[in-house]
T-cell receptor
Framework: EDQVTQSPEALRLQEGESSSLNCSYT??????LFWYRQDPGKGPEFLFT???AGEEKEKERLKATLTKKESFLHITAPKPEDSATYLC??????????FGPGTRLSVLP | EAGVVQSPRYKIIEKKQPVAFWCNPI?????LYWYLQNLGQGPELLIR????????DSQLPKDRFSAERLKGVDSTLKIQPAELGDSAVYLC??????????FGEGSRLTVL
């Protein structure tokens, strides 16, 4: 059974203080690992898809990386508008998406 | 391009009452999903459609939940009768094949 855990559960940063969020997964055969951002009262918004170990994707202050067991979402010099819950999901061949519980990020001005 | 549209955004009902949620996916997306999201948790799959066919409804509580996707476009999720534990956000998502999911804003249900 595919499983996803995320850490930390919540993270509070000062504006400009870089950090990383972790997504650990177990899957029979990885078809893709997905990162989403979710603002309060909204649906998740797609950020990245990673397909194989060693792959990296970047978007503004966010950079996602992937190994065979985990993915990191690095946030460089965050701003208050980066505050949100970040969800990680995996999909294995022939299976549905499995989501982690998310990391709630707060960036203080 | 229009995104996934869901309605209603909010619904408050008494327990044992029925409730229905509607979803219109992104045009051309053949795969449609209904997810349930409880506070502080990630989305959990209820049902997945490929065109008109429900290909995975193993997590749908069939004694009280039902769903349909007529003509392979929009979809309706129904709960009858609702229980207190059904209070949650019901998310609809669509995708083109097996690529990334695009979510709607969600329908927040409160059962009193």
């Amino acid at each position: 059974e595919d499983q996803v855990t995320q850490s930390p559960e919540a993270l509070r940063l000062q504006e400009g203080e870089s950090s990383s969020l972790n997504c650990s997964y177990t899957v029979s055969g990885l078809r893709g690992l997905f990162w989403y951002r979710q603002d309060p009262g909204k649906g998740p918004e797609f950020l990245f898809t990673l397909y194989s170990a060693g792959e990296e994707k970047e978007k503004e202050r966010l950079k996602a990386t992937l190994t065979k067991k985990e993915s990191f979402l690095h946030i460089t010099a965050p701003k208050p508008e980066d505050s949100a819950t970040y969800l990680c999901a995996v999909r294995s061949y022939g299976q549905n998406f499995v989501f982690g519980p998310g990391t709630r990020l707060s960036v203080l001005p | 391009e229009a995104g996934v549209v869901q309605s209603p955004r909010y619904k408050i009902i008494e327990k044992k009452q029925p409730v229905a949620f509607w979803c219109n996916p992104i045009s051309g997306h053949n795969t449609l999903y209904w997810y349930l999201q409880n506070l502080g948790q990630g989305p959990e799959l209820l049902i997945r459609y490929e065109n008109e066919e429900a290909v995975d409804d193993s997590q749908l509580p069939k004694d009280r939940f039902s769903a349909e996707r007529l003509k392979g476009v929009d979809s309706t999720l129904k709960i009858q009768p609702a229980e207190l534990g059904d209070s949650a956000v019901y998310l609809c998502a669509s995708s083109l094949g097996s690529e990334e999911l695009f979510f709607g804003e969600g329908s927040r249900l409160t059962v009193l």
